[in-house]
């Protein structure tokens, strides 16, 4: 059972490799976004310094957005989707592979990345491990959250704006807390006490997410 | 000879217009049913009825006497789904896709039976490439191959021939000889396959069942 969760998560991860713009995508928009500020509300360091964990998390949370679509929607119209169902392997533990293996391959490069965009925003030593802890435990809900609305319209053919409607009041709580983090830590206060929040939220989603996602995915594939 | 699978009135609708109706299926190990009937008469859609994806507004499909959606599981275990698409990821190889394949139904990858499964359906030389690269007849031999990789009872192919060249109709008529001589059953949605083949023939759209 545990061999099949590693063998689809590591071709999992194979493919996203082999297509790099799969995952140099949202990567870029992080990059691309976060660098525009400091052109648009000009280079004054006090400002940036107070805009900074908006502006980080909120481009994070829309590059991860744009990624969530393409987690099933090549599996539906190559038919393979169809296998995975079949499986007699849990779903749940399916889906939990397909998503590790994109918060591995879609999220962690960003995460990886974004302390030199804090330091573009001159943020100090703090604010910057903040921002990776707060990330590290929120990029992974915000993937398992997105999961279950990709797989319910996965069979619609053109949903345009449907999915990030559906998902993003689920994101409110994880951005809240996310930049509450980085607040924080610009104020010198602990920021334990946020990340609590965020692993519990982690824990939760982990617990019912990949079921969710699987009945979300049953339901969605016969649109 | 008890019956395999049974399907009783079975009837689907799709935003209130009639899909299927009258659907009356008894088969027996060893048989084959061949699904007719014009493009759009609801040929796909009963087979994905029939492997369990969905369920029918009414009637009822029984497995060896038990209905299909209190045994999903062990029923879907027990079959082999071909859709009209493929199932293959385009960035892997071959090879890869069925390692990928056989690790979802079965246990543990057997590179021997994988070896055995390319050279029957004369894809030995193509085992590097990506699936990208193939054709749509290769597309297809490599999905037939996936029927071949572990047994099951019951397969449901949806157009298999489709886009196959004479050798591989030959190589897929031999598999599906070789899946009746082991008590298999098949249930094809064709327009290709002859008639000798099959044991029992349903027409959509006309709504007639013969044997």
């Known amino acids: ?223 | 000879m008890t019956t395999q699978l049974r399907i009783d009135q079975l009837q689907f609708e799709r935003q209130d217009e009639i899909i299927l109706q009258q659907i009356n299926v008894a088969l027996h190990a060893s048989e084959i049913l061949q699904i007719w009937g014009a493009n759009g008469s609801g040929k796909s859609t009963l087979l994905r009825i029939i492997a369990g994806f969905i369920e029918p507004h009414a009637g009822s499909i029984q497995w060896r006497n038990q209905s299909i959606f209190c045994q999903l599981d062990t029923y879907q275990q027990q079959l082999r789904y071909l859709g009209h698409q493929n199932g293959v990821k385009p960035s892997l190889t071959v090879y890869e896709n069925l390692c990928l394949y056989s690790a979802l139904t079965a246990s543990r990858i057997n590179s021997r039976i994988l070896n055995q499964v390319l050279d029957h359906m004369n894809l030995q030389s193509l085992s590097q490439t990506p699936t990208r690269y193939l054709s749509a007849g290769q597309l297809r031999r490599l999905s037939l191959a996936k029927l071949l990789l572990n047994p099951a009872p019951l397969w449901i192919l949806d157009e298999p021939l489709t886009a196959l060249d004479s050798e591989g109709q030959d190589f897929f008529k031999a598999a599906l000889l070789n899946h009746l001589s082991t008590e298999g059953i098949a249930i094809i949605a064709t327009h290709h396959l002859d008639l000798t083949l099959s044991t029992q023939t349903l027409h959509l759209g006309t709504l007639s069942s013969h044997v």
């Open chain 1, 1 to 223: 059972m545990f061999s099949a969760f590693f063998t689809l998560m590591q071709y999992e991860i194979k493919i996203t490799l082999r297509l790099a713009y799969s995952w140099l995508t949202p990567l870029l928009f992080f990059v691309i976004v976060v660098s525009l500020f400091p052109f648009a509300v000009g280079p004054d360091p006090i400002l940036l310094l107070k805009i900074a964990p908006g502006i980080l998390w909120v481009s994070a949370l829309l590059a991860i957005l744009i990624s969530i679509d393409h987690l099933f929607r090549d599996d539906a119209q190559t038919g393979y989707l169809d296998l995975l169902l079949l499986s007699p392997h849990p779903l749940s533990l399916l889906m939990l592979s397909k998503i590790f293996a994109h918060w591995l391959t879609h999220c962690l490069p960003l995460i990886i990345i974004s302390p030199l965009l804090g330091f573009l925003l001159h943020l100090p030593a703090n604010e910057e491990y903040a921002l990776v802890m707060s990330l590290l435990l929120g990029t992974p809900v915000l993937i398992l959250l997105g999961a279950i609305g990709a797989a319910l319209v996965v069979g619609i053919r053109s949903h345009g704006l449907l999915l990030p409607i559906l998902i993003m009041p689920l994101y409110v709580p994880v951005l809240i807390f996310g930049t509450g983090a980085l607040m924080a830590a610009s104020l010198n206060q602990p920021i334990n006490g946020y990340l609590a929040i965020m692993a519990v939220l982690l824990l939760l989603s982990l617990a019912f997410a990949p079921f969710l996602t699987g009945m979300a995915l049953r339901i969605g594939v016969n649109q």
